[in-house]
C-alpha cells in the first residue's frame, strides 16, 4: 500500500492546527460531522489509483481507527491513554511501520510529539503558540538515546488579520502560501484523534509551495456539499495536471 496516501488522513491534524483559522463562535454538534468512510482517489492522467477507509468511534466521538476496506491489515488506530496523550499507529497489513505519540497542553492544544518507525528511525516535534492559540513555530529532531535531540527544522507560521494562516516558511528556505475563500465558511472534516470542537472556518482555496524562485507545488481547492451542507467532495487540482479526490460521507 501507498503510505503516502495512508499518512495523508495523519497530516489533515497539521492542517487543523496550521490553519487555526478564525472560528465561528457556534460549536456544532459532534455527531452531525462523524464521518462514516473517506475514500481518497488519484488521479494523474495515465492511471487512478484510490483507497477507501472505514471511520470507527469511541463512545466519546473520539476516532478510534481508519481502516482500509480493501485491505484490513492496512490501517491507523488512534489511543487516548490519559488525557493529555494520544497516540497513532500505522500499520501495513498488519505489521506496525510507524508509532507517534502526541502530548497536549492544558488548552488540549498539541505541545510536542514522538516518533518512531519499523527501521529504528526517530524523531520528536515541538510546537509553540501565541497568544491567540495560533501555530507559530513547529521544531523538528532527529532523536537518539546516545545523542538527544538534534535540530533538523524550524517552521514559522503567519497569519492574516481575520486569523487565517497565510504563510509558513521552514529553515531550509521552503515557503509555503495558502489563500481561502471568503464565500465559503463550513466544517473542514477532521480525521485526526484529537476531538476538537466542530466549528465553522474559512474553506482553503490556493496552496503553493516555492524553493527560491521555483514553484514546487501548486494546488486549487474546490468543495462539493452534500443535503445537509457538510462536505462530501473536495478535489484538489494541482498545476502538473493531477487530481485528488477526497469523499466523505457521514453516520447520520
Do not use: W
Not at 3 to 24: D, F, M, Y
Not at 71 to 96: A, C, M, Q
Not at 198 to 216: F, H, R
Request: net charge negative.
Amino acid at each position: 500500500m501507498n503510505h503516502t496516501r495512508l499518512l495523508s488522513a495523519v497530516s489533515a491534524l497539521l492542517l487543523v492546527l496550521s490553519s487555526c483559522q478564525k472560528e465561528s463562535s457556534e460549536v456544532l454538534p459532534v455527531e452531525s460531522f462523524r464521518i462514516k468512510t473517506y475514500k481518497e482517489e488519484v488521479t494523474d492522467g495515465t492511471q487512478t489509483i484510490s483507497v477507501t477507509f472505514n471511520v470507527s468511534y469511541d463512545a466519546n466521538n473520539r476516532i478510534t481507527g481508519l481502516t482500509d476496506a480493501a485491505n484490513t491489515g492496512d490501517k491507523i488506530l488512534y489511543g487516548y491513554p490519559s488525557p493529555t496523550t494520544n497516540t497513532v499507529d500505522i500499520f501495513n497489513s498488519g505489521v506496525p511501520e510507524v508509532h507517534v505519540e502526541y502530548y497536549l497542553n492544558s488548552l488540549s492544544m498539541i505541545d510536542s510529539s514522538f516518533q518512531y518507525n519499523d527501521t529504528n528511525d526517530s524523531m520528536t516535534e515541538k510546537y509553540s503558540y501565541n497568544a491567540a492559540q495560533q501555530l507559530v513555530q513547529m521544531r523538528e529532531y532527529d532523536y537518539s538515546k546516545a545523542t538527544g535531540g538534534t535540530l533538523v527544522n524550524r517552521t514559522t507560521y503567519t497569519y492574516d488579520g481575520a486569523g487565517n494562516q497565510v504563510g509558513s516558511q521552514d529553515m531550509s528556505g521552503f515557503v509555503e502560501t495558502y489563500t481561502y475563500y471568503a464565500d465559503l465558511v463550513n466544517v473542514v472534516p477532521n480525521l485526526f484523534s484529537v476531538s476538537f470542537p466542530k466549528k465553522k472556518t474559512n474553506l482553503l482555496k490556493t496552496y503553493l509551495l516555492k524553493y527560491g524562485p521555483n514553484v514546487e507545488v501548486s494546488i486549487t481547492y474546490t468543495y462539493k456539499f452534500d443535503s445537509k451542507d457538510r462536505i462530501n467532495i473536495a478535489t484538489e487540482t494541482y498545476a502538473d495536471g493531477r487530481v485528488v479526490t477526497k469523499t466523505y460521507t457521514y453516520t447520520n
